[in-house]
């Protein structure tokens, strides 16, 4: 049985449109009460600074403790912040209102299991097939409480800040910090000028409808103008939920999740930290990543795209470090999930121990790649599409070693994403045109 309404990171849309309804929201969180706390137990709420925020926090609030689950609120957080109070609140889940890095039109319901990771396939199934039932209002005698959490939110901050070696002083560091009028806004600068850096915030004046507008992990050009023109020694740039990070070095060079991955392994390993020898990345990992780690003794192991599906192959193989591209790292020994706050404090006490973040990536060849994304009206199976599974057949065929091709669906939108990767541009621009060309003929909307 499939889900309908479950991506790659919960349930997302544009706000007013279904699913993303204060009915459908009250509909939810009734459906996974019934699955996740059948005999009542608490849930933790947090978002981020969309407007829309607070009706779907009222509506997911009323459907829980209609259904006899207690309920605490905590307000704005990064998710990780959300994950790890979930644990520690000893809460029976956690409930996360964001839309990530798109814009404040859209809002997205994730959920956290009691260990503060993301539900399974399995549990996502048997919540969407909960949904028919429609909202349970229990008696008065039987109904959950609300209260508000707001103050714990420091607990996270120290949480944080605990991951690092004892002493750790950042004074004398200048770092730039863009929390694209997210999540982090707070306790972002908060932690790091607590660790004695010197700030410079951008994107930190969230009022309801600037989230990630032009700031934030995917706009990183106002980053680094803001690096080179205050001579700093590291930028650091979130997404709304703060659930990843993106980096920009003193010397202005972008550095995604492929750099972190190889900046934090090579760490791990000196230390002899990195269990296995391996790293876990997924389908869209350089191919520049693989073959630095290959040349110094390391594997680079790939997993669908979603870091839900990082964490499960890190677990099952026993790897403590994983990550994506797109800047969702996760630190096992330290969280379940990805934490833009937590691999900013790592990168930046790396810097300050062990010097500047080019040194730290060194030898990272970036192979020239591309990601096109072609708007769709359905989502057959790629390999059912003749003109498209020939188009694949013939790109890979013709890129041989020297490159890779990765099609896949989006988890959150109508949209197939197209990814090539090979050692000259011009056959990037080539086959990723091919590839989308063929999508649009057969499925393009």
């Known amino acids: 049985m499939g889900r309908r309404y479950f991506g790659t990171d919960g349930v997302r849309g544009r706000v007013g449109e279904h699913p993303m309804t204060v009915d459908f929201a009250l509909h939810l969180a009734s459906a996974a009460a019934r699955v996740l706390a059948p005999e009542g137990g608490t849930v933790l709420i947090g978002k981020d600074t969309r407007l829309s925020g607070y009706m779907f926090e009222s509506a997911l609030e009323a459907g829980f403790v209609a259904a006899g689950v207690d309920v605490m609120l905590i307000g704005p957080l990064p998710t990780p912040g959300i994950a790890y109070m979930t644990r520690r609140f000893k809460c029976d889940l956690g409930v996360v209102i964001s839309a990530s890095h798109n814009l404040y039109d859209d809002n997205g319901i994730k959920f956290f299991d009691g260990s503060g990771a993301k539900l399974s396939d399995a549990l996502e199934e048997r919540i969407e097939a909960e949904l028919s039932q429609g909202p349970l209002t229990r ?77 934030g992990s995917l706009h990183p050009e106002k980053l680094r103008e803001k690096v080179l023109e205050t001579r700093a020694a590291l930028g650091v740039a979130f997404d709304g939920d703060a659930d990843r990070a993106m980096f920009v070095s003193a010397s202005g060079r972008h550095v995604d999740g492929d750099g972190v991955l190889l900046a934090a392994a090579r760490y791990l390993r000196s230390v002899g930290q990195l269990r296995g020898g391996r790293v876990i990345g997924t389908t869209m990992a350089n191919l520049g990543l693989e073959r630095v780690l290959d040349s110094e003794g390391l594997s680079l192991a790939r997993v669908p795209v979603g870091d839900r599906y990082v964490l499960e192959e890190m677990l099952r193989s ?128």
Request: net charge neutral.
């Open 139 to 215: 008696t008065s005698r039987d109904i959950g409480r609300a209260s508000r959490a707001d103050r714990s939110r420091t607990y996270y901050q120290e949480f944080c800040a605990s991951t690092l070696p004892p002493g750790v002083d950042l004074s004398g560091l200048k770092i730039v910090i863009d929390c694209a009028n997210g999540a982090a806004y707070k306790v972002g600068p908060r932690i790091l000028a607590d660790l004695g850096a010197e700030i410079v915030p951008i994107g930190c004046s969230p009022n309801g409808r600037n989230i990630n507008d032009g700031c």
């Open 318 to 445: 026993g790897a403590n470090l994983g990550g994506e591209q797109s800047g969702h790292i996760i630190f096992l020994d330290d969280a379940t999930t990805g934490d833009g706050l937590l691999t900013a404090l790592k990168i930046a006490c790396l810097i300050s121990s062990r010097g500047p973040l080019d040194e730290l990536v060194r030898g990272l060849k970036v192979y020239p790649q591309t990601i096109v994304n072609v708007q769709v009206k359905s989502k057959p199976p790629l390999e059912s599409l003749p003109v498209v599974s020939a188009a694949i057949e013939k790109a890979t065929k013709s890129l041989g070693a020297a490159g890779r091709v990765v099609v896949r669906y989006s988890g959150t939108e109508p949209k197939a994403r197209v990814m090539v990767e090979a050692e000259r541009a011009e056959d990037v621009t080539q086959w990723a045109e091919t590839l989308a060309s063929a999508i649009r003929t057969a499925i393009g909307a």
